[in-house]
């Protein structure tokens, strides 16, 4: 039986993406020479709403995953929805990109053709820093996800026998990353410590279903309270010219900013808004396969143009309204590719 999608994950998402698109209109704003101040759309001084946002996602990609395949599991099933769930969508939106820059350059990407292997499975962003690849979409936290796919079946057995282990385990690891790091990467798209984040997200998740409801709850606004003033301090004493580390404060923030937005859902009544970020958060996957390759072409048109706050949050909000469209459109292509395919076969069947 299909389980309904739960508010807060859908919440976190689109508050997520929009931290995501922030970041990153900030680095095209000045990559483009747009005159504007986008300190507020970058972070919080050097600490930048893009590792935040990324931090929540794998929680995210955690919680949804065990509150959906926490009580009965089939391994064979798990990894067809998880391969019909991701795959399909990425190469429709990688052909449609793919074919863009093919009519704007006149010519396919350069690099070895075998490298495109690693788009036909989603991990030419995450393998793009360190060998040529045909990357156009996504980021490379997709590829961490497709890898933590492939773990969670092991990581669920161990989390179904004590939830509290593998936290434990990857946070004492991720810290040990952050003062000694023996990897040709950097610690945040480390499997480790991205690892971390997906098993806390799991957690969480597994608390917040226990049998302890009242227990559980106080325990989320207490969480939420703290991580709110946590929040006020960070960005108070940042603003002095102090600097914590980065690290430190990444999982602090993004940490708060999961436990407030869950507690924040737990105050949504209105059907209505319910219904709306469930409808949005539906759309997020597409929104973020499409989000960075459209900034990079409609920025460009905003080049050497000096532009007043309030034309800056138009130009942004500009973008996530187009890119949410184009999103929905992509979803639609999809959706309707899915019903031919479905048709064609039913057809197939009834004349063999």
């Not at 863009?100 to 820093?129: C, E, Q």
Request: glycine share 6%.
């Amino acid at each position: 039986m299909k389980k309904e999608r739960v508010l807060y994950l859908d919440l976190i998402r689109i508050v997520c993406f929009l931290m995501v698109t922030s970041f990153h209109f900030s680095v095209a704003v000045k990559t483009f020479g747009i005159n504007a101040d986008v300190e507020f759309y970058q972070g919080i001084v050097h600490i930048v709403w893009g590792p935040i946002a990324v931090s929540c996602f794998f929680m995210v990609s955690g919680a949804a995953l065990i509150y959906r395949y926490g009580e009965n599991f089939s391994l064979k099933e798990f990894y067809k929805k998880r391969f019909f769930g991701l795959y399909p969508l990425f190469w429709l939106a990688y052909l449609f990109a793919f074919l863009d820059f093919f009519y704007r350059v006149k010519s396919m990407p350069g690099g070895p053709k075998i490298h495109f292997l690693l788009s036909v499975v989603a991990m030419d962003g995450y393998f793009n820093d360190w060998i040529p690849t045909f990357y156009m979409i996504g980021e490379w936290f997709l590829g961490v996800i497709v890898i933590l796919y492939i773990l969670f079946p092991l990581y669920r057995f161990v989390m179904c026998k004590c939830k509290y282990i593998l936290p434990v385990v990857f946070f004492v690891l991720s810290v040990v990353l952050i003062y000694y790091n023996p990897f040709p990467m950097v610690p945040e798209k480390n499997p480790i410590m991205c690892s971390m984040y997906f098993v806390l997200g799991m957690m969480i998740e597994m608390l917040r279903r226990s049998p302890k409801q009242r227990v559980a709850k106080i325990g989320r606004r207490i969480a939420a309270a703290v991580g709110a003033m946590l929040f006020i301090v960070v960005y108070a004493v940042e603003k002095t010219g102090y600097r914590f580390n980065a690290y430190h404060v990444i999982f602090a923030i993004s940490v708060s900013v999961y436990l407030i937005l869950m507690e924040v859902a737990e105050w949504i009544k209105s059907e209505r808004a319910r219904s709306l970020i469930s409808t949005i958060g539906r759309h997020s996957y597409a929104y973020f396969l499409l989000h960075h390759v459209f900034m990079y072409k409609y920025l460009p048109n905003f080049s050497g143009v000096t532009m007043s706050g309030s034309n800056t949050l138009l130009l942004f909000v500009s973008c996530v309204g187009y890119i949410y469209a184009l999103a929905v459109g992509l979803d639609k292509i999809y959706a309707a590719l899915v019903r031919a395919l479905r048709r064609w076969r039913g057809k197939d069947e009834s004349t063999a």
